[in-house]
């Protein structure tokens, strides 16, 4: 047989069987280092999250999972480094409700188009917010803040994680929805916040129940009610701002991205570990106590249920009248 057709013949061969290049990618991903990037500094949710699974993967896979901080302007900053990124798997990001839903109709210009640079994997948790005051406000219920707020007008400093973050526009859904106006002060970060909160440098705020609520049950702050619909299994007897404000819902969530163009195969993989780490009694329970629930989904269900919320979100913001420059 000629050279050129035992060459053409065995790649004849591994076209057949599947074994070319491109076809180990999925099977040989990760040879090296993954990093994921978390788009806030560390300490919040995101951050918490994104550690948990990177050391799950980490075991997994026998190669290091870095987690990266890259906070600032409300998430954009460290998720324009996952859109820019090389589609080749060694690169993720953990996207949240503010980054990918929010964010698109809250700021004029974004370095990135959130449908178009990145590639869904799946959704990680979802979690209520959790309203909060120090404990020097003499409020304790959803309906006492109100009276708190409506009698301190425009005095009453409430803090977020950032400028756009899901806990700035939760606020905002509140005063819309109570008639009411405080001063917005935007931290870096949900700690930093939670830190000014416990320094009397703000007197509310609505954010991540899974970094705040263990400063709630050791009475650092005082709880009001969750955001979500239901009342969670953390805190069954904390009541949700629903039930005084009907119908309010500020749901956060927090989900795995790669870069727009990563193979597919990768993508499926990876969201097919991470569902099953999610899954493992140990990370369920973890979550739990923090008010979060693991709710793993497909690479297109996560795509279509993330459009869904920039649609809901949109429309929030475009009643709230907010907009960021």
Known sequence: MHRRDFLAGGAALGAVAGIGPRAHAADEWPQRQVTIIVPFTAGGSADLIGRLIASHLQTKYGVPFVVENRGGAGGSIGTGVVAKAAADGYTLGIGTV???AINASLYAHLPFDVERDFQPVTNLVQFPNLLVVNNKVPAKTVPDVIAYLKA????VNYGSSGNGTSSHLASVMFQLATGTKMTHVPFRSTSEEM???LGGHIELA??????IWPLAKTGQVRAIAVST??????????PTIGETLQGFDATGWQGLYAPAGTPRATVDKLAAEVKRILREPEVTSALANVGG?????TPDEFAAFVRTERAKWAEVVKASGVRIE
């Open 195 to 197: 830190n000014n909160l």
């Open 152 to 155: 301190n007008e425009g005095k």
């Open 98 to 100: 503010s980054t990918h």
């Open 206 to 211: 609505i954010d991540s129940m899974t970094t």
């Open 229 to 238: 619909p239901k009342r969670n299994v953390a805190a069954p007897d904390l």
């Open 293 to 297: 629930d693991a709710v793993p989904l």
